[in-house]
Every structure is written in C-alpha cells, then in structure tokens.
C-alpha cells in the first residue's frame, strides 16, 4: 500500500485503532472558572455509587419526582399511534421519529426563506461533561431525554423547564467497563411510561408523570456488559441489546414485557459453549462457521449495542450485530469461517425472537467493523420496481440495501474510501478482499478504521429527495496481530478489560514512526440510494460529528465536533445558516411544534468514540471545556448562547526526567494498552477527558493512589491495581512526563 496516497485521505492514525473507552470513566475536570476544577485535578463528575438501602415507597433514591403535571400524552402512546405517526408531525413519538426511522420531519415551517432568523428560543444546562448522544422524545409538549448513565429528564418543550429527574444512580466504578464513554442514546415511551436502560445493564419503566420507578429489571449477567442504546416499544414488548464486545461478552437482544418486566424472549447473537445446549437453531446453524478456536471463553461478541428497527407491517425487528470478541479472527476462530452472526442485520419475528434471514456484511470481521449503525426502511424503487428495503451505511465503508422481506442484497456501493475490500460481489453477497487489510504478519494501515466510514451517528432519509444523508469520515486503522499469538499461538486475557488480540508496541511504533498525527477530516454525504452515489457532500476539519435531522422545509440539519450547528438545503448541499454552539455536538437534532411554532432541538455534549478519536486541534471540548446543554431553536428564537471561557492549554513545569528509557518505552506500551482509550494517542487528549500532560504536582504525587489505590473510584476513576503493578503506573508516568516535556520545549501548549 502506497501511504503517500492513503494518508492524505485518512484522518487520525493515532485513533484509527482504538474507538474510544473509558478508563474507570474517570480523570474528569471541569473548564477553568469559578468552582472549577483544575484539569490535573482528575475530578469526576460521575454519580455515587447507589448505596444499599430498602426503597421507601416503591421509589430509589435517585428519583427525583416534580410536583409539576405533565400532559397526559403519553399514556396515548401505543403501536397504532407511532405507526401512523406522520398524521401528528408536530410531535416526535419514537427514536427516529416513526417506525422506520427516517428521521425525517414533515414540518416545514422553517425553511430556507426564513432560516435566517431562526435563532435560540431556550436552553437547559445539563449538569453533565461527557458526551450527550441521546434522541430527544417529545410528545404533546413535553420532552423525554436521557444523558449520561441513563439519568433521564421531562421537560417543558416549549419553555425548556425541567419537569422531573430520574438518576439510576450507576456506581462510577462501572465506567470503566465501558469502550466508549457513559452514554446513553434515549428512551422510548408507551402507555403512560418512559423505558429507559441504565448503563450498568438494568432496564427502567418509569412513570411519565412524575419519572418514579413503575419497575425495574437487570438485563445482564454482570461486569463487564454495559447499555448505552435506546430502547423500542411495540406489541406491548420493549427491547433492549447491550455492548462489551472489547471486554470478552456474548452477544444478545432481549424483549420485556411493557407492563411487568418479565422476560418474553432473548436471542443470542452469536454461540456459546457448543458442549452445552444450544440456545436455538439458528445458533445450531452459527457453530461450524467457528472453527478451531474456544470463542466461549473470550466471549464471541455480537453485541446488539445500537441498531434496533421495528416494521409493524412485516412485524420484523431488524436487529445490528457487532464486532468478534477479540477483534482478531485468528485467536478467536483459528480455522477460519465467517462466525455468525458478527457484523450482521438479523430479521426476526417480532412476537417469538427467532430468526427470518440474516445478510452478514463482514464476514470472519477482523477490524471491528460492526454492522450496529443505524438502520432506515423505506419504500424506493430500484431497477424500475418499488422494493421494501432496509438501508444501513456500516462501518466497512459499503452502503446496504437489502429487500427488509426476503433480505436479498440489492446494491453495496463504498461511500467512503475502502481499501480492506474492493467491492461487494452481488452475486454471492459478499465483500471482495484485496489482502490490503491482512495484518497476520505486518502493521497494516486499513481503510476504513476501527471508527467506520459511519459511525452510531444516526443518517436520515427525505422522501421528498430521495437521499440519505450521512455523517462520514476518512479514517486510517492501525492493526497489528498480538505478539502473544504470533510467538506461542496463545492469547491471555485480562479480565474486564480490552482483549482486542492487538499488539500495542507494534501500534505505537507505526504512530511515532509518522512524521505528526494527520489532521483528521469529516463529511455529510448527501447519497442517491437507487444509484449508488453521492449527490453532495461537506467536508469538515474533524470526523465523528453528530447525527442528522432532514425535514420538509428542504433544510438538513447536522452540529459538529469543532462547536456548530449547521443546516443546508437538501437538495443541493447549500449552506444557508450556522450557528456557535462553542460545544461539540455528536447527537441528532430532532423537530416538533409546541405553541404553534417549529422548533428544532438537540443535546451538545461531546463525548463517545471522540474520548480517544477526537482531535484537540479542531476539538470544540479542547477549546472551551464540555458543558453539556440541552438547545433549542425556533423562528425569531431572540436569545443568545452565553460566551463560554477559554481553557488553558498550556503545559505546566514538570521535573527533569530521570526514568531510564526502558522505563519510559515500558509507560508507552502500558499507556497505549490501558489508558489511551480515555486519554487520547502520545497522552494529547481531545478535551473530554483530562490531558495528562497537563496534570498539577498535587496528582503527580498522589499517581499510585489515583491509578492503583482507587482514590477517585467513587467519582468513576476506577482502580487499577489488578491490572497494572506499581512499576507498571511509575512507568506510565514516566512517559507522560516525557510528552509533557517534548510539547512544551516545541512551545506547543495548544496541541
């Protein structure tokens, strides 16, 4: 491979690896000001672990309850209401607005003529620092949001006041089992209640009067399963899949009963020990396609963390499965095979759980490219014949349109650059390798990265353009088999922790081997799906930007990671109006009517994969801190967005270093291995996380006890000490204490 050609098109080596995770979710510092702490000061913002008491009154502790009444909209809320849900546009019933999740808006009271006055009408601070991913719920003048650990809020939609506030009080020590920071993508409501899942695995039924505890349910078996997806509702059935695919889990989705909680069905992605029952045929069908690896006892993967699409007219879920656990086909599954269902869309019945048809995107997957990106059905006609498709741009690089009946492929075109796979081979449906992406015996440098040419950013559908839009990006992975393997054809896991069969030394070699990190880029791609082509594109200075809203004022609103809000004509591609927001945005907004007025919302909070893949150059966080804000904005809105403060930036004095340089190539492995994941590549964090180079002589003192002895693990730095030794955490300071030193004598404090 020619990198002279790649990497002008890549964006962020450094992060190309590892998607983002969270280290005890840990090291949190607020923006420099008053009653802020000092960024070195690695305070967290994370709930108190729940304490172990009886619940009076049927409610925990975290609830909140308002006296405030909340309209009585909700308890309306069933499957024939968000089925015809184009006949109350003003409202906002469901994750992707309707069944099919288009995330397509009919109002169009805001359009290109009089976008120029749209402006802010209110907005609500959220309390929160980390990344804010969550689809606002608004029914009959009242929204439903989730923010971090699934701490949801009802507030007015037309005044923006908080109504009432749910905590289901996650112990901070929890973050760290989590990939990619503690988020939580929203909630679903039916018949007078809110689900929402909490990201320690339990599922909630609240009551949308008042946000107390109808009742409450763990979905998992234990650590390290986490829950950062929304929940869907439909046939008195809410459904719910979970992550942890990096930490040595076994995938599945569940359905619960509305109304009790009690199990209906549960469908395992992927199988498990085959000297034990199996779970179902379909399972029965997976296991020769694993072959000559023990997967059960590293966990197989698989995890549904996203992707959940309900069609009440085929009474199909469609269900995204994820990545293999470890990333590494050959450790997990030495003989080879496609392991089912990895990287797959599962078409299952509705009403039992089982298995209609299955369509894999990415065979054996061996560069954690999952197929959980948001799914869209529609109606479209391809070849001169209307189909029934359902649409997904995964992170292979290829977008999907498969028939949703019979899930018969009909068009795979790449829409961002791939260079693992050539094409996708109609006939038998499967990617064509060109060894490009091969890393048993070399670094490879592979596009699209571990971050997908699309990422969880939802994509929206007009059918009034006929295109989908979609957040993009350029990314450059850096894979490297484990040196473990290649030697001893053996793989030690570390429990609850990232086993992803990589070699870190051979990964920070091909970082520092690099001249400087590439400046890494982002796009909206505006894609014709009957053709298989982009209509038009923006391109940004940063990738992992939020998702997208499209309505029938002809208008496509997207925020991004460097602070803005934009929107452009749908048709065209035209810019026609932006918006300072001063914080990154990676969630989709979202449009209702409240007072006879349009308005459009979304969550600003930067976080998720960015923890480790965002870039501090173009990084709003890194600029301005993290303030997480609920915003919304209508047609002569009048208001205006308070100015936020710039963080210092500037790198502190630090010691003279006197560790040896083993000592200090030691800490590079160790911090590449275990704390880069929150931390950010060569210690340069993107600003949601603290940058360690940064850290004051108070923290450098109290290192071991921060790391090993826990110090923090109630505010969500969880300890490390079964993982890293004492000279294991000496080590890595030592080499944050040399970046430190290198970026400050380059007399670059701003990254």
Not at 376 to 400: C, H, S, T, W
Not at 690 to 698: A, C, H, I, N
Request: aromatic residues 10%.
């Amino acid at each position: 491979m020619d990198l002279a050609k790649i990497w002008p098109a890549a964006v962020n080596a450094a992060a190309g690896l590892v998607l983002a995770g969270v280290i005890g979710w840990q090291f949190i510092g607020g923006a420099p000001g008053e009653g802020a702490p000092e960024e070195g000061a690695m305070v967290a913002d994370a709930p108190v672990a729940a304490p172990e008491t009886a619940i009076a009154d049927g409610q925990r502790p975290g609830t909140v309850p308002s006296p405030a009444s909340v309209p009585e909209g909700v308890s309306g809320v069933d499957q024939e209401r968000i089925a015809n849900a184009d006949s109350e546009p003003g409202n906002w019933l469901t994750h992707g607005r309707t069944y099919n999740e288009q995330r397509f808006s009919p109002l169009d009271q805001i359009d290109a003529d009089n976008i120029g006055e749209l402006s802010l009408a209110w907005s609500l601070d959220t309390d929160t620092t980390r990344g804010l991913e969550a689809t606002p719920i608004v029914v009959d003048g009242t929204m439903y949001i989730s923010l971090t650990w699934g701490v949801t809020i009802a507030v007015d939609a037309a005044s923006g006041a908080e109504l009432w506030r749910f905590d289901p009080e996650v112990p901070g020590t929890w973050g760290r089992y989590g990939c990619c920071d503690v988020v939580n993508r929203g909630v679903a409501v039916w018949k007078g209640r809110v689900y929402v899942a909490s990201f320690d695995g339990r599922l909630f039924a609240l009551d949308a009067k008042d946000g107390s505890v109808v009742w409450e349910v763990n979905t998992i078996p234990g650590s390290p399963y986490t829950i950062t997806g929304a929940p869907r509702v439909f046939g008195d059935k809410v459904v719910i899949g979970n992550g942890g695919a990096e930490y040595g889990v076994r995938g599945y989705v569940t359905a619960y009963d509305t109304e009790t909680g009690e199990q209906i069905w549960r469908f395992y992605t992927v199988p498990g020990d085959p000297s034990l029952p199996v779970e179902s045929p379909e399972l029965e069908a997976a296991i020769p396609t694993w072959k000559g690896g023990e997967w059960w006892k590293i966990g197989g993967g698989g995890t549904a963390w996203d992707a959940l699409v309900y069609d009440p007219d085929l009474n199909t879920l469609y269900v995204g499965t994820g990545n293999g656990s470890p990333w590494t086909r050959e450790i997990r599954s030495p003989g080879g095979g496609d392991n089912l269902y990895l990287s797959s869309v599962l078409a299952l019945d509705a009403d039992t759980g089982r298995m209609k048809w299955h369509y894999q995107m990415t065979p054996g997957d061996n560069w954690d490219y999952t197929a959980t990106q948001p799914m869209i059905l529609a109606d479209i006609e391809i070849g001169g014949r209307l189909r029934k498709v359902v649409m997904q741009a995964p992170k292979n690089g290829f977008f999907y349109v498969l028939d949703r009946e019979t899930g018969e492929l009909l068009s795979a075109e790449p829409f961002v650059t791939t260079t693992w796979a050539s094409h996708v081979d109609l006939e038998t449906g499967r990617p064509v390798e060109t060894g490009e992406g091969d890393y048993s015996d070399k670094t490879a440098f592979v596009l699209p990265s571990a971050n997908g040419g699309h990422n969880w950013h939802p994509m929206a559908f007009s059918p009034k353009t006929g295109l989908v839009y979609i957040p993009t990006q350029d990314i450059a992975g850096i894979y490297s088999l484990s040196e473990e393997w290649k030697k001893k054809k053996t793989f030690t896991p570390e429990k609850n922790w990232w086993n992803l069969g990589i070699d870190w030394e051979d990964y920070m070699a091909a970082i520092n081997a690099l001249p400087e990190l590439p400046l890494s880029h982002g796009y909206l791609k505006a894609w014709d799906p009957a053709t298989g082509e982009v209509k038009w594109q923006v391109e940004y200075p940063a990738p992992l930007n939020g998702g997208v809203l499209a309505t029938a004022g002809n208008l496509v609103f997207q925020g991004t990671a460097d602070g803005y809000l934009y929107a452009y004509k749908a048709d065209t591609g035209e810019k026609v109006w932006e918006q300072n927001i001063q914080t990154g945005i990676v969630a989709p907004p979202v449009s209702y009517m409240a007072d006879g007025e349009q308005y459009i919302a979304v969550l600003a909070g930067w976080g998720g994969v960015n923890i480790t893949s965002g870039d501090a150059r173009t990084s709003a966080a890194a600029k301005y801190g993290n303030e997480g804000r609920l915003l919304t904005f209508k047609v002569g809105g009048g208001k205006s967005l308070p100015q936020l403060a710039l963080r210092d930036r500037s790198i502190p004095e630090w010691p003279a270093l006197t560790a040896s340089e083993e000592i200090v190539k030691h800490g590079e492995t160790v911090f590449a291995s275990h704390c880069m994941v929150c931390h950010g590549p060569l210690a340069i964090s993107p600003g949601i996380t603290p940058d360690l180079r940064r850290m004051s002589e108070t923290v450098r003192d109290h290192f071991q006890d921060i790391v090993r002895g826990g110090m923090l693990s109630d505010n969500g730095m969880a300890s490390f000490g079964d993982l890293l030794s004492e000279e294991d955490v000496d080590a890595v300071k030592a080499y944050v204490q040399k970046r430190a030193l290198e970026d400050r004598a380059a007399q670059q404090p701003v990254n």
